[in-house]
């Protein structure tokens, strides 16, 4: 009950600053001084060091992005699906992340995505994590469909910004140097299945006829 009541503050506080900004974009007139700081402001070395090391922690991500081969690739994600898991649905998907993680596991899959952006993708993750502390034998790749702004949860009040954060990085990867239509052509088209609350969507293009007939 606690964290709920968190969780809910987070996005009452969240919900006024950005209807505060809404205004602010409509009628600047409203808010004389908001700029007076921006105007002050003068970068300092510091500033430029930090940004230099922003900069080269970016560079470094960007040389680690592991390979990814259709064959081996799945992706968790509620994307271009029209049925939405929610928080009086989440037993079931769950069970079904957890069969259905089982069967790619089965047949060679070792690249598991989720796309926590979306509220399928984002049940896939937190049932995965606990898995990988376990010892589960499987690469857990984070991946975002939409802006991080725009993302969708299964709760009823959402979780917020920094419990995401957390649990990206429990992951072995995150492809967060994309942009969402970046993703989507980049790592949707090239994944082997595509797992959702549709179910199962194998892609030809990548897994060969005679693997979809025995499987």
């Known amino acids: 009950m606690n964290l709920l009541l968190k969780r809910l503050m987070f996005w009452i506080r969240e919900s006024t600053l950005r209807a505060k900004f809404r205004i602010y974009e409509r009628w600047p007139a409203l808010f004389p001084h908001a700029l007076d ?3 002050q402001y003068e970068e300092l070395p510091e500033d430029a060091a930090e940004i230099e090391f922003l900069e080269l ?11 990814l081969e259709p064959r081996r690739t799945i992706i968790f994600s509620s994307y271009n699906s029209k049925k939405r898991c929610n928080f ?12 259905n993680l089982q069967w790619a596991l089965e047949r060679g899959f070792t690249n598991i995505l989720v796309d926590y952006t979306t509220p399928y993708g984002l049940l896939a993750l937190e049932t995965f994590l606990p898995l990988k502390s376990d010892g589960a034998r499987f690469h ?47 790592i949707f088209n090239n994944a082997g299945v595509l797992c959702s609350e549709s179910g199962i969507a194998i892609n030809p293009r990548w897994i060969p006829k005679h693997l979809i007939d025995a499987w």
């Not at 922690?57 to 390979?67: C, G, Q, R, S, V």
């Not at 009086?88 to 069969?99: A, D, E, H, V």
């Open 37 to 39: 700081i921006d105007e």
């Open 57 to 67: 922690h970016f560079e470094e991500h960007k040389a680690a992005e592991p390979k």
């Open 88 to 99: 009086l649905t989440t037993k079931y998907y769950k069970r079904r992340i957890t069969r």
């Open 140 to 186: 857990l790749y984070s991946i975002k469909s939409c802006l991080f702004s725009e993302r969708r949860s299964f709760r009823l009040i959402p979780e917020t910004d920094i419990e995401i954060s957390f649990m990206t990085r429990e992951c072995d990867y995150s492809f967060s140097q994309y942009l969402p239509e970046e993703t989507l052509f980049r």
